[in-house]
């Protein structure tokens, strides 16, 4: 049922900016590279004002997600910049956040360093027990799950009501499995943060970010830090974006196929000392997973000895690119430990891209043997 519905928002997307078009204008969003709009005599009645308040490629972009948000969106030049919009415009001086300790890093960097200073107290727990000791005392909670990159989930329909219960505003990151995934809103959530940079745009040409919120006194503060801020995303980057975000459903339902059959090869792999993925029954995040998730996503982490069998691994498989980040269409790989993450040294971050399943499958199997 969950599915259908899904399927229903990713048709209803790619039909989405046609509705209302008329005769001889073009099919596909423009490119509005402009700072400032014609404007003579009263400012008021102008539907577009200035570069930095708003723009017509923007508003494509942050209608198309609206659609598969079911929310009023709003986009962020990164998915920073759209978590930081969260974190600036809740929590007040006394209050208390709740981050995850195991989540994206620069999360809880930008609430120590920025947020701390203002007199906002700034707590951590990991994913996999964030919902032991309840919320009460907490002006705004932040989830993420899947978590990055440990690939811990957290309850969130549990969640949503300790929020609730605690009057705090609960925040959900989806990066790792988009709105086509995992539906926090749905799930009792206020707000959801998107890294767009990932598998929306999906070509690792460009950052961006979004918000989504039913609370239409939270998306009025969002609204109003982007104007002040200045934190904008730029017309070609948002029009990038939009173009990625049409591909989307069947880019990412290939990816989760295909993380699921790489993560059973891995499991079974004498040379893999252990290894996450949400999708195998035996992983501990599974019956979560299995819950609140629509699909098991295309993240994957793996163990191998130690930092040498690692770096050895992601250097010699021909069809896995050493990067950073995920969501991308090549699979890429990392080993965390290089960035500090508290993980093995051996612990590398997989993320599935598009190459066909069993091409994939023969050539990291062919790595690990080699090990
Ligand atoms: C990448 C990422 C971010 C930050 O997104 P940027 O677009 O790089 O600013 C936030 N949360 C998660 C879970 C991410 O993976």
Redesign the pocket.
Known sequence: MVQDNIDALAAKLLHHFGLGLQPGQSVVPSIVPTAVFHLPGDPTNAPYVYGRYHNPTWEALESALGVLEGAETLTFP????A?GAVLMTIPRAGDRVLLPAD??F??RALAEKFLAPLGVGVDTRPTARFLDGGFAGYRLVHI?TPS?PGLDVCDLRAAAVQAKAAGAILSV?N??MTALGQRPLELGADVVVC????AVSGHSDT???HVATRRGDLMERFKEWRKYSGTIPGPFEAWLTFRGLETLEVRFARMCETAGAVAALLAEHPKVQSVRYPGLPRDPAHAIAAKQMVTFGSMISLTLRDASSAERFIESCPLVQPST??GGVRTCAERRARWGDSVPDGFVRLSVGLEPSNALCRAIENSLDKL
Do not use: Q, R, W
């Open positions: 990164s998915g920073m910049a978590i989540g994206y620069a999360v993420e990055n990151d990066t790792t890294s767009d940079t990932k950052l961006m970010g980040s995920f």
